[in-house]
């Protein structure tokens, strides 16, 4: 009977040769590809399945994997990048995947001491053993160089066939790829592309899940929309950079999940809609005010005027420039 492996699909060059070295020993494969809000491949996954001829199943993150965000075990990388735990939550949905459709194996491109935060050994062994896969987490690229997993040791996959990459380079995984026969243009950079790897996006992922202990998957779901700035412990306000972002807190401030406690948005003037997160007192509502003076540059003779959607219901308030306004920080 023929071995049957689930491999993790990110679309890069690397999962693409740890798929084709093992469809060269003859292993069925089945491809998983994980979407986080944060980090989506789909495209360039779905690219590469078709050119592997493997099925692809997309599996989008659950609320839990927000908790990976939240509190880390293994800690965050040089942005908000969770990648060892974020990396155990994908094994084991993997794993779950493998017993449900009764595969063998697991899969995975990973390349020893490729990326610092998740591919060092002891965070590999880490992975394995917290996503309940000891043993049959295979890395094909590296192997030669991490303990032989239960299908090699019984032969079922011969481990001479197999690779000893390490480290950073990508000169013996393109040159395997042109091996391997991949057209240039679907040997793809190994960018993540995930954005909690992006230190300018770490800040305001901290700012949540520090200060805000009711947080929710709207308040995650908002981090990618719109300036955050911060009034007090309680008190958030974001402000739309474009007209798309506009439309788009209007309609995020409208869901049932919301926790948005006002939407202000210019009345007789042009400028930015805000949102405020938090208790829409008035301090709040003057902050926010006045920051949509500040990012729209306000010059106009008329007094500002914004309508206010909050806690009074729709009320007409008049905004002005306060200095906390001017000088808050953006995250
Ligand atoms: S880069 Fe993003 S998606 Fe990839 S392992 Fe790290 S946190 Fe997860």
Redesign the pocket.
């Known amino acids: 009977m023929s071995l049957k492996a689930i491999a993790l699909l ?1 679309g890069g060059l690397d999962s693409m040769l740890a798929i084709r070295a093992l469809q060269l020993q003859g292993v069925e494969i089945e491809a998983l590809n ?1 979407r ?1 809000q ?2 989506c491949c789909r495209e360039t996954a779905t690219r590469a399945a078709r050119l592997l001829d493997v099925p692809l199943t997309v599996l989008a993150e659950e609320d839990a994997y927000l908790d ?2 939240r509190r880390p075990k293994f800690g965050y ?1 040089r942005g908000a ?7 155990i ?2 094994f084991q949905r993997a794993k779950s995947y493998m017993d449900e459709v009764g595969a063998d194996l697991v899969v995975s491109g990973e390349v020893l001491g490729q ?1 610092p ?2 591919q060092k050994r002891r965070d590999l062994m880490v992975i394995e053993r917290h996503s309940g896969l000891e043993g049959r987490l295979l890395r094909p690229l590296s192997a030669h160089r991490l303990p032989a997993t239960l299908a090699e040791q019984s032969g079922a996959v011969d481990r001479a066939r197999l690779y000893d990459f390490s480290g950073r380079s990508r000169k013996g995984l393109i040159a395997l790829g042109r091996q391997f026969g991949f057209p240039e243009e679907d040997m793809p950079s190994p960018s ?6 992006q230190q300018s996006f770490a800040p305001r992922v901290y700012d949540l899940v520090r200060l805000d202990a009711e947080n929710s998957p709207w308040d995650f779901a908002l981090l990618k929309v719109g300036r955050h700035l911060r009034l007090d412990a309680a008190t958030k306000v974001v402000v739309g950079r474009r007209e798309s972002e506009n439309q788009l807190l209007k309609r995020m401030a409208a869901e049932p999940a919301s926790r948005a406690s006002a939407v202000l948005v210019p009345q007789n003037f042009q400028g930015p809609t805000a949102l405020i997160v938090g208790p829409a007192t008035s301090e709040a509502l003057d902050f926010a005010g006045g920051l949509i003076l500040r990012f729209c540059h306000y010059e106009g003779a008329d007094t500002p005027h914004l309508e206010v959607d909050g806690p009074e219901g729709c009320v007409v308030r008049e905004a002005i420039r306060i200095p906390e306004a001017e000088t808050a920080a953006i995250l």
């Open positions: 990110s994980f986080t944060f980090a990976v965000i990388g990048n969770p990648c060892v735990d974020c990396r939550y994908m990326r935060m998740s993540t592309g995930c954005m909690l790897t």
